[in-house]
């Protein structure tokens, strides 16, 4: 039978989504601000210019989430580096979920683009929050010291 959590856990499960949220939003403002500064200031084209916004907001997110929402005091460089791939991974998969998504929203149900966009921005980014909680982020417990004849 599963447990339920405490309220002290659904507190702080609560309060890691909402650091998730706040990552998630500065990570987005950054993609929009980069965009538009280079777009419409510097003259940069619409692929240059999100390719710009998305690297920097790439950062800020897994800086974010590294730093903040998912924060191991503990974690050595090479858990941050295996935090990072697979950050990627997940990142890649809310790519594909948004595409996915937005193709069937607008192909399959016939709905505008605006729409298409509110159903990416409420169904993919609690996925993704799972995927970097669950995994991407996850705490790797201690490896165990092998003593000889231990099976």
């Keep these: 039978m599963t447990r339920l959590p405490s309220r002290a856990e659904a507190l702080a499960n ?3 989504a909402g650091r998730f949220a706040i990552v998630g939003l ?16 510097r003259g940069w084209g619409v692929w240059s210019g999100n390719v710009a916004g998305f690297t920097l907001a790439f950062a800020v997110s897994f800086a974010g989430h590294n730093r903040w929402t998912f924060r191991d005091p503990s974690a050595t460089r090479r858990d941050v580096r295996r935090r990072f791939a697979r950050f990627v991974l997940v990142a890649l998969v ?9 193709h069937a929203a607008i192909h399959g149900f016939g709905l505008s683009a605006g729409a298409a966009a509110i159903l990416m921005a409420t169904l993919v980014p609690g996925l993704l929050f799972l995927l970097n909680r669950q995994w991407a982020f996850r705490a ?3 490896a165990r010291e092998f003593r000889g004849g231990e099976r």
């Design 14 to 16: 609560l309060l890691q």
């Design 26 to 41: 500065a990570a987005t403002a950054t993609h929009v601000a980069i965009f538009f500064l280079l777009v419409s200031e």
């Design 94 to 102: 809310g790519l594909g979920l948004n595409i996915a998504v937005s």
């Design 140 to 142: 790797e417990a201690p």
